[in-house]
């Protein structure tokens, strides 16, 4: 057999769903991307520019390799759908205690090693794995399968030995008329097929934050998005919801996954926006490539999201929030109180107003007023 062949039994007998090799070619609508958008990349810096050519990560690179797993196996929690994006659900890429997800990308690196390859991995997925043929695009930007959708997950490996290549899949299989992802994205970031900026998107500011590991985002959530962002405290699947072509998916009867509903009611915002030690550190193992490095910011999140819940059953919780010793949680609970409204919010925040001393939740305090 050849090595083309052993790896791809030996990946699928992982449980990958799809391995794709192609050449270990430059990416370069990729890279003249990143450079027409450098105002909207910034965050990335140089590192995906450069990893946008395979021998930057890897100077013998001859192949690539694209591994995608299809991580919408189970039904997702009531409590999470609508606060964390269900990427959730292939947690554990990252390191105990759930590492299985994790244990399958080793377990291939350390077969292709044992095949005498050298290998690389940090390559673009998503341009990667259209261009082993395995995914195609939707004009979300996000890479499908047909039958299976793009809640699916992308390793992408370079190799130092050729392989045998497949037919790259550059297409967008969407509807031609369809552009209910881009008419549904709530803060406009999704703004024409392929085009997305993250400064506006919901997923990358609820977790892109100072100190974070996917770029320097605000520690002061914009206002002008803080609507957007709805319940979200961690992500957001509302353009791939929506899809068409993730329908199926979304409608199909799916097994429980027992430990997600083992842990679903630590998703109640109220609970996040009061998050101890513990809850975080549950929280932050399990979610696949974590980017939220302080649980304030989850806190922070939370408090947002209940102010676009709305109930007044809130109010007590976010009242409390606005004598919380950070004065970010008080800020953005305060923007919570004035987008509930009504009078006892307007009593509280007024109360507030009368003892606070930090300039910045003064004036998210008024803010709030004139909103309520
Ligand atoms: S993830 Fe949400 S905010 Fe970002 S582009 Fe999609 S719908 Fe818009
Ligand atoms: S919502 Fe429509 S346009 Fe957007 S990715 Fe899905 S099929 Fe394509």
């Given at each position: 057999m050849?090595?083309?062949?052993?790896?791809?039994?030996?990946?699928?007998?992982?449980?990958?769903?799809?391995?794709?090799?192609?050449?270990?070619?430059?990416?370069?609508?990729?890279?003249?991307?990143?450079n027409?958008?450098?105002?909207?990349?910034?965050?990335?810096?140089?590192?995906?520019?450069?990893?946008?050519?395979?021998?930057?990560?890897?100077?013998?690179?001859?192949?690539?390799?694209?591994l995608?797993y299809?991580?919408?196996?189970?039904?997702?929690?009531?409590e999470?759908?609508?606060?964390?994006?269900?990427?959730?659900?292939?947690?554990?890429?990252?390191?105990?205690?759930?590492?299985?997800?994790?244990?399958?990308?080793v377990?291939?690196?350390?077969?292709?090693?044992?095949?005498?390859?050298?290998?690389g991995?940090?390559?673009?997925?998503?341009?990667?794995?259209?261009?082993?043929?395995?995914?195609?695009?939707?004009?979300?930007?996000?890479?499908?399968?047909?039958?299976?959708?793009?809640?699916?997950?992308?390793?992408?490996?370079?190799?130092?030995?050729?392989l045998?290549?497949d037919?790259?899949?550059?297409?967008?299989?969407?509807?031609?008329?369809?552009?209910?992802?881009?008419?549904?994205?709530?803060?406009?970031?999704?703004?024409?097929?392929?085009?997305m900026?993250?400064?506006?998107?919901?997923?990358?500011?609820?977790?892109?934050?100072?100190?974070?590991?996917?770029?320097?985002?605000?520690?002061?959530?914009?206002?002008e998005?803080?609507?957007?962002?709805?319940?979200?405290?961690?992500?957001?699947?509302?353009?791939?919801?929506?899809?068409?072509?993730?329908?199926?998916?979304?409608?199909?009867?799916?097994?429980p996954?027992?430990?997600?509903?083992?842990?679903?009611?630590?998703?109640?915002?109220?609970?996040?926006?009061?998050?101890?030690?513990?809850?975080?550190?549950?929280?932050?193992?399990?979610?696949?490539?974590?980017?939220?490095?302080?649980?304030?910011?989850?806190?922070?999140?939370?408090?947002?999201?209940?102010?676009?819940?709305?109930?007044?059953?809130?109010?007590?919780?976010?009242?409390?929030?606005?004598?919380?010793?950070?004065?970010?949680?008080?800020?953005?609970?305060?923007?919570?109180?004035?987008?509930?409204?009504?009078?006892?919010?307007?009593?509280?925040?007024?109360?507030?107003?009368?003892?606070?001393?930090?300039?910045?939740?003064?004036?998210?305090?008024?803010?709030?007023?004139?909103?309520?």
């Amino acid at each position: 057999m050849s090595l083309s062949t052993d790896i791809k039994e030996y990946a699928l007998s992982l449980g990958y769903d799809r391995v794709g090799f192609t050449t270990a070619d430059s990416f370069p609508v990729l890279q003249r991307e990143l450079n027409d958008r450098s105002d909207m990349y910034d965050w990335v810096g140089s590192w995906l520019l450069r990893n946008a050519d395979p021998t930057n990560v890897l100077p013998e690179a001859r192949s690539v390799i694209a591994l995608v797993y299809d991580y919408f196996r189970h039904s997702y929690p009531e409590e999470m759908t609508g606060k964390v994006g269900r990427y959730y659900l292939s947690w554990g890429t990252g390191g105990p205690p759930h590492p299985i997800h994790r244990a399958r990308n080793v377990l291939l690196i350390e077969f292709l090693q044992n095949q005498g390859c050298r290998v690389g991995w940090g390559l673009p997925s998503r341009p990667s794995a259209a261009r082993t043929g395995v995914t195609n695009y939707g004009k979300n930007c996000f890479a499908f399968i047909e039958g299976i959708g793009s809640f699916v997950s992308i390793v992408a490996l370079v190799i130092d030995k050729e392989l045998e290549y497949d037919t790259p899949t550059y297409d967008v299989n969407c509807p031609e008329e369809c552009t209910l992802c881009i008419d549904s994205c709530p803060t406009g970031a999704l703004y024409e097929p392929l085009r997305m900026n993250p400064h506006l998107c919901v997923a990358f500011n609820s977790y892109s934050t100072p100190g974070s590991n996917i770029g320097q985002g605000q520690e002061v959530l914009p206002l002008e998005l803080r609507e957007g962002m709805g319940t979200w405290i961690f992500g957001c699947d509302v353009c791939q919801q929506v899809c068409p072509r993730n329908q199926a998916k979304l409608k199909a009867e799916l097994p429980p996954n027992v430990f997600l509903e083992h842990i679903a009611d630590d998703f109640q915002l109220e609970k996040i926006l009061n998050i101890t030690d513990e809850h975080y550190r549950r929280m932050y193992d399990l979610l696949a490539m974590n980017y939220i490095n302080d649980k304030r910011y989850f806190r922070r999140n939370a408090a947002v999201a209940l102010g676009n819940q709305g109930s007044q059953e809130a109010v007590p919780i976010l009242n409390e929030a606005m004598q919380d010793p950070d004065e970010l949680i008080r800020g953005h609970a305060a923007w919570a109180l004035g987008r509930i409204g009504g009078n006892r919010t307007k009593k509280a925040l007024e109360s507030s107003l009368s003892r606070e001393t930090s300039e910045y939740v003064i004036g998210e305090i008024k803010t709030a007023l004139a909103m309520s």
